[in-house]
Nanobody
Framework: QLQLVESGGGLVQPGGSLRLSCAAS????????IAWLRQAPGKEREGVSC????????RFADSVKGRFTISTDNAKNVVYLQMDSLKPEDTAVYYC???????????????????WGQGTQVTVSS
């Protein structure tokens, strides 16, 4: 059974860093696009980044370009989201999501991704 489990969230000061992890089971990363999406209180869920590791493709929302990076460890079946220079507006619940055969040709859309994790809270505050 496919399962995605996020970890690594927490409280960080503005300008700080966090690394989120998404541990995937029941799938092979080579065949899936994996995305990070987030939802802030009172706002719609929005795409942050995606990766299709087998073709070396990544995408980032404009709001996080230059600050966030996404990577995979295919041997461990883990996807990482490294978040640097964090801002208060990055505060949200961050979700990992997967879709079979996805190509990650655009910033992830909620409707494209079929499998979801439970989310991890990221709070950026002084």
């Amino acid at each position: 059974q496919l399962q995605l489990v996020e970890s690594g969230g927490g409280l960080v000061q503005p300008g700080g860093s966090l690394r989120l992890s998404c541990a995937a089971s029941g799938l092979t990363l080579d065949y899936y696009a994996i995305a990070w999406l987030r939802q802030a209180p009172g706002k719609e869920r929005e795409g942050v980044s995606c990766i299709r590791s087998s073709v070396g493709r990544t995408r980032f929302a404009d709001s996080v370009k230059g600050r966030f990076t996404i990577s995979t460890d295919n041997a461990k079946n883990v996807v990482y989201l490294q978040m640097d220079s964090l801002k208060p507006e990055d505060t949200a619940v961050y979700y990992c999501a997967a879709t079979y055969g996805g190509l990650c040709t655009q910033v992830p859309l909620t409707t494209i991704y079929k499998y979801w994790g439970q989310g991890t809270q990221v709070t950026v505050s002084s």
